[in-house]
């Protein structure tokens, strides 16, 4: 009888996010959230449940996952397309590494060469301003696309802005490293 259980398979709970955090999430389809109202959510939630340790590793996870742009995004995709991917595996699953805009995959390889032989951080800091405005940019077209169901869109600008957040942690890389020369 003991060996019994032993064999069998340990299943962790799973409460879908939109159910999890109610308040904050209005529509599995609606990409947009309000942090704020995450944020009190997960408090209220983690004191609610502070007695039960599997159940508040659950809701950080969740909150993790719904606080983080990219994050959300697989958890949304993957949740209405019924897919099982970890979240840590993003560059696992095919749909979310290809991008065919070579036009942009060339201005983003340009755009990194370029910051790598620019030592005026003036010149840096407005590089990373601009990427920062077409990442918004993306970030509400994302949004829209997801509310109009159009999520083969979506993806493409989802690729687009996961390749620009490089970018930018690039230029920000960049700017350290001016800095130190300059110091």
């Known amino acids: 009888m003991f060996s019994k259980l032993i064999k069998q398979p340990l299943f962790k709970r799973f409460i879908s996010y939109d ?7 209005k529509s599995p389809t609606n990409y947009v959230i309000n942090l704020d109202t995450l944020r009190k959510e997960n408090r ?15 809701i950080n996870d969740t909150y993790k996952n ?5 994050l959300r995004y697989i958890l949304y995709t993957n949740n209405l397309f019924n897919n099982n991917i970890e979240f840590g595996g993003l560059d696992s699953d095919p749909r979310f590494n290809k991008i065919n805009d070579f036009e942009f995959l060339e201005e983003v390889m340009d755009t990194m060469e370029q910051t790598d032989n620019i030592s005026n951080i003036e010149e840096l800091e407005t590089m990373k301003h601009n990427v920062e405005k077409t990442c918004i940019d993306l970030k509400m077209g994302i949004e829209r696309d997801f509310e109009a169901k159009n999520f083969e869109d979506s993806l493409e600008k ?26």
Not at 52 to 58: F, G, I, M, R
Not at 166 to 183: A, P
């Open 19 to 25: 159910a999890l955090f109610s308040q904050t999430i």
């Open 44 to 58: 209220q939630l983690l004191l609610q449940n502070r007695e039960d340790s599997v159940k508040t590793e659950e």
């Open 66 to 70: 719904l606080s983080d742009d990219f």
């Open 158 to 183: 989802f690729m687009k802005f996961k390749y620009l957040n490089n970018v930018k942690r690039h230029i920000d890389q960049r700017i350290e490293v001016v800095e130190e020369l300059e110091g």
